[in-house]
């Protein structure tokens, strides 16, 4: 049995998710860029948690930028050492231990910035206050 056209062009039919979409860019992204991201967002997050600690929730997306920078910085260098002829095992563990915990701390922080907004934006009583 033959398969029905698509009426849509190939790229339509299969879109990339938010994560490929970052993953992609970050792939091919200037390091000096990811380490700007790295370095800026860990230090604006912990900055606003030290200045301003009852809105510390407010830096979890530069937590999420810091993120981003890391796993960039991480998968580029692992893409360098999967190019290499003997590739050293001990760093690419390293990497690709960076990698996931900066998935995973990303993660973490991107959906504490969406309840952080939503609770400034609805004043809810789930927030930090909230009984």
Do not use: C, H, K
């Amino acid at each position: 049995m033959m398969a029905a056209p698509s009426l849509l062009p190939a790229a339509a039919t299969a879109p990339g998710t938010a994560y490929d979409l970052i993953a992609s860019w970050a792939r091919r992204a200037p390091r000096r860029r990811l380490a700007i991201w790295a370095i800026g967002g860990a230090v604006d997050a912990v900055a606003l948690a030290l200045v301003v600690p009852w809105l510390w929730l407010l830096g979890t997306p530069f937590l999420s930028i810091a993120a981003i920078g890391v796993w960039g910085l991480a998968a580029q260098r692992l893409q360098g050492l999967d190019a290499a002829p003997n590739p050293v095992l001990r760093r690419r563990r390293a990497l690709r231990i960076a990698e996931t915990a900066a998935v995973v701390v990303g993660t973490a922080a991107a959906v504490a910035a969406f309840y952080g907004l939503m609770w400034l934006v609805f004043d809810t009583r789930w927030g930090p206050d909230g009984g």
